[in-house]
């Protein structure tokens, strides 16, 4: 009687679990936002949440990303900043006071190599979003170290803690793309957390956070793209949850002029094109936001004065250079935990 009861028990217990399974299923989501591609794969996504409200509550947390820090949007807070010429307090909302705060951080650790007061070198290299902007000519060394008194994020940016920003010169303008990606992944992803969905993998052009396991159950793996792109596409895989990882490179985004090759990349220093071997970097950090921000700023330093920072701060960071016709894998000690 009683081993009837434990089969009984045993049945039963079956059954509820194989219900409790059949009430999650798993799903990719994609479409274009940020001019890029965004995609996204759901792990053990609760019955009750359709795919279609999960694609609108994604589609509207983009629009919000979108409408605070896209300088392509005329109506974005940052595009009215940007055209708020004053030197008084401005009033931000919370979204773009944590992202400036971000920002400030990395320009902080960085040495000044991340620079969201670049906006003004971007768009004289034509880089930027302006219309009718060009790109096959060099600028003067007049016009890149007049345009230079405008970039300095530490000296011409202040927040405070009333949700105010501060420009020290009314002409600052303000270019949140190279953190813009990461922010808006941790947006969705905060937003997942809140759908109690708790295993995915977000990306946005290439950046990507990831939480929780894939559908083996087991870490999300990724891949780092190869720089020379006529070769294989795939560099280096890592392994990660609760993760963000972005790479930043130097070798899709360029003009070129007299046998030089200017790259979209530019160096808050001396408001030139980087020119080192560094070709990519890959940074894998706390969340997407952080690690987009010093994605940039590592490819602006290069290998050489980037790896000692990623040391000291502790960053997991993978440089590919080109030495000659070679491509160079240098890895942070952080980075290495991720195999």
Not at 229 to 241: A, P, R, T, Y
Request: proline share 2%; glycine share 6%.
């Amino acid at each position: 009687m009683k081993y009837t009861k434990l089969i009984i028990f045993l049945i039963i217990s079956t059954l509820i679990l194989s219900c409790s399974e059949d009430k999650k299923y798993n799903i990719e989501l994609k479409g274009n936002t940020m001019g890029t591609y965004y995609l996204l794969s759901l792990v053990d996504v609760p019955k009750n949440l359709s795919k279609k409200e999960i694609e609108i509550e994604i589609k509207n947390t983009l629009l919000k990303a979108n409408k605070i820090l896209s300088n392509w949007d005329k109506s974005s807070e940052i595009s009215k900043l940007n055209n708020n010429k004053t030197i008084k307090p401005i009033q931000i909302s919370n979204e773009l006071f944590d992202v400036v705060s971000e920002a400030n951080s990395i320009n902080t650790k960085s040495n000044g190599y991340f620079d969201i007061t670049l906006d003004p070198l971007i768009e004289l290299w034509g880089f930027g979003y302006s219309k009718g902007k060009i790109i096959d000519r060099v600028p003067s060394k007049n016009k890149i170290r007049d345009t230079l008194t405008l970039v300095n994020q530490n000296l011409l940016l202040e927040i405070n803690s009333n949700n105010q920003l501060i420009k020290k010169n009314k002409n600052v303008r303000l270019n949140l793309s190279a953190i813009g990606k990461g922010y808006g992944i941790d947006l969705i992803g905060k937003k997942l957390d809140y759908l109690n969905i708790n295993n995915y993998i977000i990306d946005i052009g290439g950046d990507i956070f990831a939480k929780g396991h894939n559908k083996n159950n087991k870490d999300w793996v990724v891949g780092i793209e190869n720089p020379k792109l006529n070769e294989k596409l795939i560099k280096e895989i890592v392994n990660v949850s609760n993760k963000g990882v972005a790479t930043s490179g130097e070798y899709k985004n360029y003009f070129s002029k007299d046998g030089t090759k200017y790259s979209h990349i530019i160096n808050p220093k001396n408001g030139m094109p980087i020119t080192h071997s560094t070709k990519s970097v890959t940074v894998v950090d706390k969340n997407a936001m952080s690690a987009d921000g010093w994605a940039t700023a590592l490819i602006a330093m290069g290998s050489k004065v980037g790896l000692k920072v990623a040391e000291k701060e502790k960053i997991a960071v993978m440089f590919i250079d080109q030495v000659e016709d070679k491509l160079l894998k240098i890895k942070s000690s952080e980075f290495k935990f991720f195999k």
